[in-house]
């Protein structure tokens, strides 16, 4: 990959996605019971990893974009 860094885009994605799936992983393994009634549901835990998923996949356009402007700099 010839990015030296990342965008913009890709970070203010990937993070929250990447806090997403480590909270939704915590509350499918019941850390959430004593913190809040509705996060004892499963559901709170595999609502978590979808969006999770959901925005770490989209942090990958700005990353792909930001790859394809290097390469039609260079050619």
């Given at each position: 990959?010839?990015l ?14 990447l ?13 959430g019971?004593?913190l ?18 959901a925005?770490?996949g ?6 792909v974009?930001?790859?394809l ?7």
């Open positions: 990959m010839a030296k860094r990342l965008p913009a885009g890709a970070w203010l994605l990937g993070v929250p996605g806090l997403c799936l480590i909270a939704g992983g915590l509350l499918l393994a019941g850390l019971v004593d809040h009634p509705l996060l004892q549901e499963s559901g709170a835990g595999l609502v978590l990893l979808v969006s999770g998923v925005l770490v989209s942090a990958a356009f700005p990353l974009l930001a790859e402007a290097a390469k039609d700099e260079q050619g």
